[in-house]
């Protein structure tokens, strides 16, 4: 299993047990999400990628892993993923530049075996 695929699953694992505590908190984000990734105006795949511009920035391995996963996933090819990585350097600086060394892996991770042609 790829680095980014054991993040996404150590994720899932360490948050069962608050979650069996909370489940109404989880229940009002995993709706939210739903509602905020919906096709739109935008499209779930941009709105994805809009995510892992966000996410380099904040460098936050686990929302690399699970938005990068999720615009694959949404049909997300290398160019965009390439020029979403470049907008978030720009807006992140030095620090996003080394987190999206991190995007970029995780892209190759999750795009293997998958259509990352350009949609």
């Known amino acids: 299993m ?6 996404l699953k150590s994720l899932n694992a360490g948050t069962a047990g608050v979650r069996s505590h909370i489940p109404g908190v ?4 995993g709706n939210m ?7 739109g105006e935008l499209s779930a795949k941009v709105k994805e990628l ?15 892993a ?4 999720s ?20 807006m992140g600086g030095g620090p996003a530049s080394i987190y999206a060394s991190h995007a970029w892996d995780a892209f ?11 949609s």
């Not at 790829?2 to 993040?7: A, D, F, T, V």
């Not at 989880?26 to 984000?29: H, I, K, R």
């Open 33 to 39: 999400y739903r509602a905020a990734y919906a096709d």
């Open 108 to 118: 190759q991770e999750f795009s293997e075996g998958a259509s990352a042609q350009p």
């Open 2 to 7: 790829g680095k980014y695929k054991e993040i």
């Open 71 to 90: 615009a694959v996933r949404k049909g997300a090819n290398a160019q965009e993923m390439a020029e979403t990585i470049g907008v978030a350097i720009q």
């Open 50 to 64: 809009m995510a892992v511009g966000i996410a380099v920035r904040e460098g936050c391995d686990g929302c690399i």
């Open 66 to 69: 699970s938005h990068v996963r």
């Open 26 to 29: 989880y229940e009002g984000f």
